[in-house]
């Protein structure tokens, strides 16, 4: 059992309440087709996924202009078909549809500049500009099935471009907007992109950082690019190459507004998300129109209730998984997206709440590490802004630990709003487990398998299932699901993804992350099986640590590595960040020490505990334990793209060069 099970064992901290309950799509649902209750549907939904993803598509009014013949063609299930036979387009469920009904006047954007600035498109108004990029796509000679790079902050512009790719049966492919230009390079080299959308420059921390230069750097190395669209946000001067580079206006100078989707099969490429594997070489997950909209679509529906009342807003980028993810989830349920440009902590800790307040944000989606840094900065940027129109939060990317996820309860949400802790991946295309409105909460649980899922865990060595209270094994899926990828783009990804998700299990996907389930049937992650420290034939998760060391009043956030070690296999490390106002000292590292002991047992007592200014983190606030690993044992970082401040790294390195040098005294 974990620290956090041990320490909320007792009971829940969150229960639904009648009012929560019966506005909910989830109750909804239940009550259309006679089940009885969330645990109900769950079964049914994993003994028959097809039953549950056709009543989906039903009551989601998902419209395929040619219906499907057959729901699910898994003779093959790590290369699974969906909705076998139909044909629709995801832009135009998303976009169109509502444009073409009650919804046209109704909000589909609202953009907050870091300047200030703000912008609002309605459903019309989204569906004309779709149109329109689709329309000049067309005339540039980009069609169905080429790969289309998109380098944009988080403007309307990126809405804008992920939909004009899908309409026009293009693949898109967005790029971490924090990313230089060699990153940039390698992906856009690696799918063969034919042309490349990106901003002339964009806001951050209040200095101007520029786009269309860093495109300029990457695309040398890449023959492919025949078209770069420039939208301008800053208005800079930017070097424009004849023939291949034109502005965004111009390019939509003419463009036929009436432009409608382009039907193509359920199983049409739409997207293609990179992402980092444990070596750090990126891959490129390929998801598909009918498979990711439909998954997406229901998630949001009912795992964070999503409909078009309502207000989303994610703190992430269009290159992560979760900027497809708000893009899909808020407007195929006919909702308003929020966007806001720069960091949500810029130019104050307040910034976020505030964003709350103007909007009127229903539902906030966050990262674990992103609420430990904005409690340190203090309650008062809370209690400063009315965030009385929140209703639900969202997190994802990592574990919680106990005290932020108790600061997000009570002094955010005021016990009103449930945290829907949700775990998926890019490769996944949306989540396996989840709670919903309806889920009795725990402190940082997960709840249970998402509908329609079958996710078990397993004994890492036997693979025997492990119930309720059996202690922690791998997290696997026994069946396939519609957004899964169709695997990884480019040749050997065939191979790279079989070898990933399948070859420990025969058809059973394993996800690489340590899960559990207590007693009540609450699910638990326990961080990524690759990042499993090995102590003494034990293995423990580095959450287990950093829970322990983040409980004292001294320390804001921590990182566990695990280091070689000639008698236990590896010993442990822990990189603490000080709270505000703390100071480092020998007597805390020895505190520290002891605290872990204690909850852990002693043989798992860190050897080291290291005091850093700062952890190497991504831009949606996860922390790469891998790069921080490499830099405290002085390896090739591989590559660190990802990372918004490899200034970190050094520092890491500094820290254990001067901690090792004062106990070599």
């Known amino acids: 059992m974990t620290t956090t099970e041990t320490t909320h064992a007792s009971g829940f901290a969150w229960t639904p309440d009648a009012a929560t309950v019966q506005r909910s799509n989830l109750f909804c649902f239940l009550q259309s087709h006679g089940i009885p209750d969330p645990d109900a549907l769950l079964a049914r939904s994993q003994a028959d996924p097809e039953w549950f993803w056709d009543a989906m598509v039903k009551h989601l009014g998902i419209e395929f202009s040619t219906p499907y013949r057959q729901v699910l063609d898994d003779r093959e299930p790590e290369f699974p078909e969906w909705f076998v036979g139909g044909q629709l387009n995801l832009a135009n469920d998303c976009v169109f549809k509502h444009a073409r009904g009650r919804l046209a006047t109704h909000p589909a954007i609202i953009w907050e500049g870091e300047d200030e600035g703000q912008r609002r498109l309605t459903y019309a108004d989204l569906k004309r500009d779709v149109a329109m990029l689709a329309d000049a796509f067309d005339k540039m000679g980009i069609g169905p099935g080429d790969r289309v790079g998109i380098y944009l902050p988080m403007v309307p512009e990126v809405v804008v471009a992920f939909y004009a790719c899908a309409a026009i049966g293009a693949m898109a492919v967005p790029v971490f907007s924090g990313f230089a230009a060699d990153a940039i390079a390698q992906r856009l080299s690696h799918c063969g992109a034919k042309a490349v959308i990106c901003a002339d420059g ?22 492919t690019v025949e078209h770069v669209i420039v939208w301008r946000r800053l208005g800079i001067d930017v070097p424009m190459k004849a023939g291949r580079d034109v502005f965004w206006h111009e390019a939509l100078a003419g463009a036929d507004a009436s432009r409608q989707p382009l039907a193509v099969d359920s199983e049409h490429p739409v997207l293609l998300a990179y992402t980092s594997g444990t070596t750090g ?206 695997g990884f783009f480019g040749e050997g990804g065939r191979e790279r993804y079989l070898e990933t998700y399948y070859s420990t299990w025969p058809g059973v996907w394993k996800h690489g992350d340590w899960a ?40 804001a ?24 106002g703390k100071r480092a000292s020998d007597r805390l590292r020895a505190v520290l ?71 070599a005294e």
Not at 538 to 549: D, F, H, L, N, Q
Not at 637 to 659: C, F, H, K, M, Y
Request: charged share 20%; glycine share 10%.
């Open 593 to 663: 020490v002891e605290m872990v002991g204690e909850r852990l047992g002693k043989a798992f007592r860190p050897s080291q505990v290291l005091f850093v200014k700062a952890l190497p983190k991504t831009r949606s606030a996860k922390i790469v334990r891998r790069a921080a690993r490499a830099a405290a044992l002085g390896r090739d970082l591989g590559d660190i793209s990802s990372v918004e401040n490899p200034e970190s790294l050094r520092g890491i390195t500094r820290a254990v060069e001067q901690q090792m040098g004062t106990a």
């Open 281 to 486: 070489t990126p891959k490129a997950a390929v998801h598909v129109h009918g498979g990711l909209l439909v998954k997406i679509a229901e998630e949001a529906h009912f795992q964070t209730d999503v409909g078009p009342r309502d207000v989303l807003h994610w703190v992430t980028d269009m290159g992560w998984i979760m900027g497809p993810w708000e893009c899909i989830g808020a407007h195929a349920n006919g909702a308003t997206l929020v966007l806001m440009e720069g960091a949500p902590d810029f130019p104050d800790p307040g910034r976020l709440w505030r964003l709350v307040e103007r909007h009127a944000i229903t539902v906030l989606g966050v990262s674990p590490t992103l609420i430990r840094a904005l409690r340190q900065a203090g309650d008062e940027h809370v209690r400063a802004a009315d965030l009385s129109s929140l209703r639900v939060f969202a997190s994802s990317g990592e574990p919680w630990n106990p005290e932020p996820w108790h600061w997000l309860n009570e002094t955010v949400g005021e016990g009103r709003c449930p945290i829907i802790n949700l775990s998926g991946g890019t490769e996944v295309g949306a989540c396996f487990l989840s709670p919903t409105p309806l889920t009795p909460l725990k402190p940082t649980s997960l709840g249970k398998p998402c509908f329609g899922m079958s996710v078990e865990v397993w004994d890492p060595l036997t693979g025997k299932q492990l119930g309720p209270g059996e202690g922690v094994g791998e997290l696997v899926c026994t069946k396939p699901w519609p957004a899964m990828t169709r």
């Open 516 to 555: 559990s389930i207590d007693s009540d049937g609450m699910w638990y992650l326990h961080g990524r099986s690759d990042d499993t420290i090995n102590v003494a034939g034990t293995r423990i998760g580095p959450a287990e640590y950093e829970s322990s060391v983040v409980d004292h009043q001294s320390v």
């Open 202 to 223: 964009t806001l951050r921390r209040g200095k101007q950082v520029a786009m269309k230069q860093t495109v300029d750097q990457a695309i040398e190395q890449v023959p």
């Open 557 to 580: 956030e921590a990182a566990a590595i695990g280091v070689p070690d000639a008698v236990k296999g590896e010993q442990v490390w822990v990189l603490c960040i000080m709270a505000p």
